[in-house]
T-cell receptor, first 110, second 114 residues
Framework: LAKTTQPISMDSYEGQEVNITCSHNNIATNDYITWYQQFPSQGPRFIIQGYKTKVTNEVASLFIPADRKSSTLSLPRVSLSDTAVYYCLVGSGGYNKLIFGAGTRLAVHP | SAVISQKPSRDICQRGTSLTIQCQVDSQVTMMFWYRQQPGQSLTLIATANQGSEATYESGFVIDKFPISRPNLTFSTLTVSNMSPEDSSIYLC???????????FGPGTRLTVL
């Protein structure tokens, strides 16, 4: 399973766009890239998943370059409620055990 | 999406005792996963539980300490045995939707060992 590296923490302000980059140099051909969000006292929640190029949903966008050795989670116009820990994970689909890295603790300020 | 409940939501236990945590899913799933999250830390996978077979444990976790049951496709238990204060943690179960590759987590069980 590929190891991921992401910043330990980030700070932002309401209304700003936040980009969190994750490195996964050893990503395998059949690995997907998945991001989870965790609020205090809750289990992680799926945000977005992609394989290559760009994926967008109602919550975020995920940018993946051609070499797939990194990915960037983009949160448009963050609010205070986006304060959470964000985890980047890589792994293949189907009965996939998730191996969590340290995550990025995002703090959104008024 | 899968809805997962865990019991108990929290407990305070004495060292040397054992606690069994229950995980219930609202749909049938093949694989269930148990994680531990120590205060301020990331999640660590304890084991993978497949219905009808022995659980598969990750490095550093053993069946004698964390026995797991998986009697059917919607339920699993994790027992934390012979507890010590170092076992104080949040224990979470999760399941995977194999069509979307999305994994769903329960709310967690907050365990404090005195």
């Amino acid at each position: 399973l590929a190891k991921t590296t992401q910043p330990i923490s980030m700070d932002s302000y309401e209304g700003q766009e936040v980009n969190i980059t994750c490195s996964h140099n050893n990503i395998a051909t059949n690995d997907y890239i998945t991001w989870y969000q965790q609020f205090p006292s809750q289990g992680p929640r799926f945000i977005i998943q992609g394989y290559k190029t760009k994926v967008t949903n109602e919550v975020a966008s995920l940018f993946i370059p051609a070499d797939r050795k990194s990915s960037t989670l983009s949160l448009p116009r963050v609010s205070l409620s986006d304060t959470a820990v964000y985890y980047c994970l890589v792994g293949s689909g189907g009965y996939n055990k998730l191996i969590f890295g340290a995550g990025t603790r995002l703090a959104v300020h008024p | 999406s899968a809805v997962i409940s865990q019991k108990p939501s929290r407990d305070i236990c004495q060292r040397g005792t054992s606690l069994t945590i229950q995980c219930q899913v609202d749909s049938q799933v093949t694989m269930m996963f148990w994680y531990r999250q120590q205060p301020g830390q990331s999640l660590t996978l304890i084991a993978t539980a497949n219905q009808g077979s022995e659980a598969t444990y990750e490095s550093g976790f053993v069946i004698d300490k964390f026995p797991i049951s998986r009697p059917n496709l919607t339920f699993s238990t994790l027992t934390v045995s012979n507890m010590s204060p170092e076992d104080s943690s949040i224990y979470l179960c999760s399941v995977e939707d194999t069509t979307s590759n999305e994994q769903f987590f329960g709310p967690g069980t907050r365990l404090t060992v005195l």
